[in-house]
């Protein structure tokens, strides 16, 4: 049985990491700025994440701001697929709760495939492109342990 709550600090481990990643190659003060402030506001959700689950929370708390965005993006190119996969779980945390079967099944497919996607991203294997297609989401996920 997987772990949602586990699996979901999990992901926000996987976005800090992939954001100091960044700001060890930053090419200012103002850039590193950008990316810590980025990393506190991951940290700030991964934190709450119920809390955080609402919109209206985030905006109200200042999480969603114009320029989150470009501290995501490596230095010199206009790729945000991190930030995207940031973005698409943080609307999806509510799902991950939802009483309804089909709404939590997106909820935790949104996950599962963002922490692949991610765990790809920060992968320093050269033989990441050869592994990662054949293994499933699952096997990324935090499992309960089972007491006896």
């Known amino acids: 049985m997987i772990d949602f709550d586990a699996t979901l600090q999990q992901f926000f481990a996987e976005i800090v990491k992939y954001l100091n990643n960044l700001g060890a190659r930053a090419r200012d003060k103002v850039e590193l700025a950008q990316i810590k402030n980025?990393?506190?506001?991951?940290e700030q959700?991964?934190?709450?994440?119920?809390?955080?689950?609402?919109?209206?929370?985030?905006?109200?708390?200042?999480?969603?701001?114009l320029d989150m965005a470009a501290a995501f993006m490596p230095r010199g190119s206009n790729d945000n697929r991190v930030?995207?996969?940031y973005q698409r779980v943080v609307n999806n945390i509510e799902k991950l709760d939802s009483q309804f079967a089909v709404e939590r099944?997106?909820?935790?497919?949104?996950?599962?495939?963002?922490?692949?996607?991610?765990?790809?991203?920060?992968?320093?294997s050269l033989f990441?492109?050869?592994?990662?297609?054949?293994?499933s989401a699952e096997k990324f996920a935090s499992k309960v342990?089972?007491?006896?």
Do not use: H, M, T, W
């Open 38 to 42: 980025a990393i506190s506001e991951v």
């Open 105 to 124: 099944e997106q909820g935790q497919k949104v996950l599962l495939d963002a922490l692949k996607a991610i765990k790809y991203r920060n992968s320093a």
């Open 128 to 135: 990441k492109g050869l592994y990662f297609p054949f293994v």
């Open 145 to 148: 342990q089972k007491q006896r």
């Open 45 to 65: 959700v991964a934190a709450n994440p119920i809390k955080y689950a609402d919109y209206g929370a985030r905006v109200q708390a200042g999480l969603e701001r």
């Open 83 to 85: 930030f995207l996969l």
